[in-house]
């Protein structure tokens, strides 16, 4: 079980303490009515009549140790509570579920070096790892806060020797967990079998974090080809076949007008001229499908001005670096079709008369913002199929697509993509 | 921000457990012994009693300073031990001495069991995580 399941139960302690919790309570008990008894007797040391006073001491004390029992129950439970089931306070979840997303390579390392230094009870803890070890893969640069570029965390002061445990798994070296141990006494053979199984675990979770990230990285750098590819393709049958189609046309039909009409050769040379037009067709589709033509016609910008599908109703402006620079054929296609689908969105479901896109360009990011004026996404809403397909686009490119709440009350889309999947080609 | 945490209290209860059995351990049980039992002022069974608690008392010290929770547990039963017979002593002074040095015992057995028994954590890996970033970086 991890902590992140842990019951009421977990904190409690084992029922012997409950021994301990009842002694407590005992001594508490004799503390309060002994102290209280003789300051009764200090203060009735001049009385008259030391016997009665005496049994009323006594009845005194008796009440306030009483009393005070069930006043104090909770808390002394609480602390042996707390006291016994130490253990299980220690917070494994940097083993059991890494953010290895939301948080930055040092983060990750710097809980489990704090986990390792609570188990082991050592001076310090330091983890290394080391740039990705799987040199094949890591052909794209390494961007630094990620886990290809390596990184290290520190956790508490370090003293004393160090003990150096490599982190080892399948044939790759990963990094190094190293362990300030408080003195030669501290290092007992538990401790060092213990660091062994925690070794294992942040060898594990780091290979796993490095291979998470190395996959990412293929799958853009895959999607990149693949656009990049596809308009070399396009411009190929755009450029070379389509051309050579047409001059074949233009020959048939020059040389069906040379011949006399009743040549028998006519129908034969007609229906190559046909089936040569045809091919011209289907060339045409095959390149349109290969990429938006629009994009090499006219541009990205002008391309989402273009967009057929928006209604005179609404007001669709557009606002970018003029003129855009050059994008990667896959930033570009993403961020195409995304704008379209969001424009879209607004047409179908936002009832808005104002559209915005805006698209920012730096080194690092392309910033894609839609924004309309409708009635903003439901509360209830599911991620129906564009939207999907907009999430997929920019993750293959290791981006994110964002969609919210405008402040004007409208529909925010937000897309931003790397674009360092464009330099890593 | 780090917390004053639990395993402080715990090396506060340790000092005090350990200032305590040191002063136990020079002003009546190394005396006591040296008499022996036949010339010892007061019962020797006690004078015993008191030098193993004493001991017992400093072995717990030790191991609470090391934030183990078995020290914890030896400091809690031996000042439990510690404070009954502080009150004890309350009723049957020798003299005006006693009766201070009993009152100041109690409060010191009681802060012990405190410290022993305080509230707080012991720090997580997360708190520990986020004195590691100020310190890295």
Known sequence: ?425 | MRRFGRTWLWRVAAVLSTLVALQGVVLYDVPGLIEGASASRDPYWLVLGSFASDVAALIAAFGAWRRQVWGVVLLIVVNMFWVVQAVTTLFDPKDEADVVFALVMVVVHVAVLLCCLGPGRVNSSVQDADVARGMTR
């Open chain 1, 1 to 425: 079980m991890t902590s992140a399941q842990k019951t009421p139960d977990d904190d409690r302690a084992p029922p012997w303490g409950l021994v301990l919790v009842a002694a407590v309570q005992g001594a508490q008990a004799f503390v309060v009515g002994g102290v209280t008894l003789w300051v009764l007797t200090l203060v009735a040391g001049g009385s008259d009549s030391p016997g009665a006073s005496s049994t009323v001491a006594w009845v005194v004390a008796s009440a306030a140790a009483v009393v005070t029992l069930p006043l104090s129950f909770r808390w002394i439970r609480r602390g042996v509570d707390a006291l016994l089931a130490q253990p299980s306070g220690l917070d494994v979840s940097p083993f059991a579920s890494p953010s290895t997303e939301l948080d930055g390579p040092a983060e990750v390392l710097a809980a489990m070096a704090g986990t390792i230094r609570d188990a082991l009870d050592v001076s310090a803890v330091q983890i290394q790892a080391f740039p990705s070890p799987i040199a094949p893969l890591s052909i794209g640069p390494q961007v630094a806060g990620s886990w290809a570029a390596g990184a290290t965390a520190t956790v508490g002061p370090p003293a004393g020797s160090w003990a150096d445990v490599p982190l080892v798994l399948a044939g790759h070296d990963y990094g190094m967990v190293r362990v300030a141990f408080r003195g030669r006494s501290a290092r007992t053979g538990f401790k060092s079998h213990l660091l062994g199984h925690l070794t294992r675990q942040v060898a594990l979770v780091v290979s796993s974090a490095v291979l998470r990230e190395e996959l990412a990285r293929s799958r853009e750098r895959l999607v990149l080809a693949r656009e990049e590819e596809r308009r070399r393709i396009r411009r190929d049958l755009h450029d070379g076949l389509g051309p050579s189609l047409a001059g074949i046309s233009l020959q048939l039909r020059a040389l069906c007008r040379q011949l006399d009409p009743h040549d028998p050769n006519l129908t034969a040379i007609d229906e190559i001229h046909h089936s040569v037009g045809n091919a011209t067709a289907e060339v045409r589709r095959v390149v349109e499908d290969l990429r938006p033509p629009l994009l090499d016609d006219c541009g990205l910008v002008e391309a989402i001005r273009n967009l057929q599908l928006v209604p005179a109703s609404l007001l669709l402006t557009i606002e970018a670096p003029s003129p855009p620079p050059p994008l990667p054929a896959a930033v570009e296609v993403a961020l195409y079709r995304i704008a379209v689908e969001a424009v879209h969105n607004t047409v179908r479901h936002a009832a808005a008369t104002r559209c915005a896109v805006e698209l920012q360009l730096d080194p690092s990011n392309a910033t894609l913002t839609v924004t309309d004026n409708g009635c903003g996404p439901h509360a209830d809403a599911r991620p129906g199929v564009g939207t999907s397909a907009m999430a997929e686009r920019a993750s293959e490119l290791g981006g994110t697509v964002s969609i919210e709440r405008a402040p004007n009350g409208g529909t925010l889309v937000c897309a931003v993509l790397p674009m360092r999947a464009g330099q890593s080609a």
